[in-house]
């Protein structure tokens, strides 16, 4: 037995040594969290540079710095929320790709292809590519997003949904959502940066279609950007449900220009659209 070796007695754990013959996997692993091969492989080069050359030998589960898929999944984590922060181009919830919809003529056995992926924010991505797609315990992959195992399973959850599959997600917890959102109005309208920045998850990601980037609500990723982007047009804003969920919608008086609408997780903002296309607004269900 090679003395280097580590045993892994969970499924998506591998042997710590020696790397190059999971090279296969976990290239496939990051392909399908990042979505191109040139990727994948700066990704997979950059944990194999970095491997610790006798990993420590231990009875149980690989631990997680020893663990080459949790490696590279936080590799690729890393890209992807690098990804969210320079996004490109403006983000529209109802295009079939950048929403995560699959091509209507897709199989459903299929998995989804990388580009329906890329309407997931990136734990969403991750939770539901490592779980779904590598049997990754829910367990192993909440310590890469630093969120508790029930957390994480609602992230695949969510993931599943947009992508429309069989699964659906729980329902959310309503009275929760609106004391979050109304939390969140309440430290806009004080200019409370402290209480914003607690209300938002470290991962959070607001993403903007392409008339709220013009009233500054740019598409960004992390709790001080999204804060800086929309406290001034929330400290303005009204409570809202919209699609059933608690958000908000601006100006306070009249018709809503732009309308907020907000994913909770365990008392934590995730992810916030931000909504003003005419096209956008019209399909949605408000009440004010």
Avoid at 17 to 27: Q, T, V
Avoid at 93 to 101: R, V, Y
Avoid at 116 to 142: C, K, N, Q
Avoid at 177 to 190: E, G, K, M, N, T
């Amino acid at each position: 037995m090679d003395e280097n070796a580590v045993p892994a007695t969970l499924p998506g754990a591998l042997p710590a040594a020696p790397f190059k013959e999971h090279r296969p996997h976990l290239r496939a692993v990051a392909y399908r969290l990042l979505g191109t091969f040139e990727e994948a492989d700066e990704a997979v080069e950059d944990v194999r540079r970095a491997w610790p050359a006798r990993p420590p030998i231990a009875p149980g589960p690989v631990p997680a710095p020893y663990d080459p898929t949790e490696a590279v999944a936080r590799a690729c984590l890393d890209r992807l929320r690098s990804r969210e922060t320079h996004r490109e181009h403006p983000w529209d919830p109802w295009d079939p790709w950048a929403s995560g919809m699959p091509n209507h003529l897709s199989d459903p056995e299929e998995p989804p292809p990388p580009t329906a992926l890329d309407g997931l924010t990136p734990p969403e991505r991750l939770a539901f590519v490592l779980h779904d797609e590598f049997s990754v315990p829910y367990e192993r992959i909440a310590p890469i997003l630093e969120r508790t195992p029930a957390a994480t399973r609602q992230l695949a959850g969510r993931a599943r949904y947009r992508l429309r599959e069989a699964e659906e997600m729980p329902e959310p917890d309503l009275p929760r959502q609106r004391d979050v959102v109304a939390a969140f109005l309440a430290a806009a309208r004080s200019g409370d940066a402290a209480a914003l920045h607690d209300l938002l998850d470290p991962d959070v990601v607001l993403r903007a279609d392409a008339t709220a980037e013009r009233t500054g609500a740019t598409t960004v990723h992390g709790p001080g950007a999204v804060a800086a982007a929309i406290a001034r047009q929330v400290s303005a804003a009204r409570k809202a449900l919209v699609d059933g969920a608690a958000g908000l919608a601006w100006p306070a008086e009249g018709d809503p220009r732009l309308v907020f609408a907000f994913t909770v997780l365990e008392d934590r903002i995730t992810a916030i659209d931000a909504l003003s296309d005419a096209d956008h607004l019209g399909r949605l269900k408000l009440q004010l």
